[in-house]
């Protein structure tokens, strides 16, 4: 489970969204980037069901830009912590690109069987 890329990158992701959540001010939705950080370590231990887990990516990441957006309009001059969900989101994709990697592979090595 570790030995694989994008358990580091998911890693990282949920490591990004919880600074993020530490140093936001009380005015800001700490819960959405707290949750996103809960489920983002939750995908680490869904290495099983691949596609699940790259759906679950797929979604952190639509909600992630989503949130940086509506903080950009809400606030156009935004703190550093605010780039925290955007840094979570490029790890994101890292790790479902890496998820549908090692898909294809499966897939290539059931179909040589």
């Known amino acids: 489970m570790i030995q694989r890329i994008q358990t580091v990158y998911l890693l990282l992701a949920a490591i990004a969204l919880v600074v993020g959540c530490i140093f936001e001010p009380m005015g800001y939705n700490k819960g ?7 489920l983002t370590l939750l ?10 887990q790259a759906n679950i990516c ?3 990441m639509g909600i ?9 309009v809400m606030q156009p001059l935004l703190e550093w912590f605010a780039a925290m ?22 897939k290539s090595l059931d179909r040589i069987r």
């Open 32 to 38: 959405l980037t707290g949750s996103m950080a809960l």
């Open 58 to 60: 797929s979604v952190l």
């Open 85 to 106: 969900p955007m840094v979570a989101v490029l790890f994101l994709f890292l790790a479902r690109k890496g998820i549908l990697k090692d898909e294809k592979l499966v």
């Open 43 to 52: 995908i680490v231990f869904l290495y099983k069901n691949r596609t699940y």
């Open 64 to 72: 992630g830009i989503v949130y940086y957006v509506a903080l950009a």
